[in-house]
Antibody, heavy 126, light 109 residues
Framework: QVQLVESGGGVVQPGRSLRLSCAAS????????MHWVRQAPGKGLEWVAVISYDGSNKYYADSVKGRFTISRDNSKNTLYLQMNSLRAEDTAVYYC???????????????????WGQGTLVTVSS | EIVLTQSPGTLSLSPGERATLSCRASQSVSSSYLAWYQQKPGQAPRLLIY???SRATGIPDRFSGSGSGTDFTLTISRLEPEDFAVYYC??????????FGQGTKVEIK
């Protein structure tokens, strides 16, 4: 069965760095684009970044652009999020999610997140 | 950037009642790009609906999605105790940047 397991969260001081990992199993990791989504305490979902199946394309939310880097190692079935210059507002649970796409009978291809990890908490505090 | 606005913020209903959740986009969205997720406290989001109206694998048929253009709806025909949760709509496909609505909490009345 599909499993996504995040790790690497913790408490970090403002301005410092942290790297999150997401270990994937149960599917052919190298076939899928992958995302990071975060959720601040008591708040809604915020998309963070996406990486294409082969790592050639990456996109970021404006709130993290220039500070966060998404990457993947398809030989290790692992997704990463390098977070630099962390701020208090980066405090959140970080989820990795698999992107699925499906050709529908009518209309363009459908894109959605079909599997999510359990999340890892990042707390930025002095 | 497309902004998704969900209403109401909170829906107070009793088990067995019908729930109707709204998701309005700031500009027209292809139905193919609209999904709904359910999130319970302490859990990751779970895909319910994709393509505006297609149920994901294992989702009970009391959940249904509809809509087009700028107005989309998630309907739960008869609320079960396990359906009390927060629901998010998502738009993804018109750009590489997915967007989520702010969520609707369905709580027990």
């Amino acid at each position: 069965q599909v499993q996504l397991v995040e790790s690497g969260g913790g408490v970090v001081q403002p301005g410092r760095s942290l790297r999150l990992s997401c270990a994937a199993s149960g599917f052919t990791f190298s076939n899928y684009a992958m995302h990071w989504v975060r959720q601040a305490p008591g708040k809604g979902l915020e998309w963070v970044a996406v990486i294409s199946y082969d790592g050639s394309n990456k996109y970021y939310a404006d709130s993290v652009k220039g500070r966060f880097t998404i990457s993947r190692d398809n030989s290790k079935n692992t997704l990463y999020l390098q977070m630099n210059s962390l701020r208090a507002e980066d405090t959140a649970v970080y989820y990795c999610a698999r992107e699925e796409s499906l050709e529908l009978v009518f209309g363009p291809r459908s894109y959605y997140f079909d599997y999510w990890g359990q999340g890892t908490l990042v707390t930025v505090s002095s | 950037e497309i902004v998704l606005t969900q209403s109401p913020g909170t829906l107070s209903l009793s088990p067995g009642e019908r729930a109707t959740l709204s998701c309005r986009a700031s500009q027209s969205v292809s139905s193919s790009y609209l999904a709904w997720y359910q999130q319970k406290p302490g859990q990751a989001p779970r895909l319910l609906i994709y393509g505006a109206s297609s149920r994901a694998t294992g989702i009970p048929d009391r959940f249904s999605g509809s809509g087009s253009g700028t107005d989309f709806t998630l309907t739960i025909s008869r609320l079960e105790p396990e359906d009390f949760a927060v629901y998010y709509c998502q738009q993804y496909g018109s750009s590489p940047h997915p967007q989520f609505g702010q969520g609707t909490k369905v709580e027990i009345k």
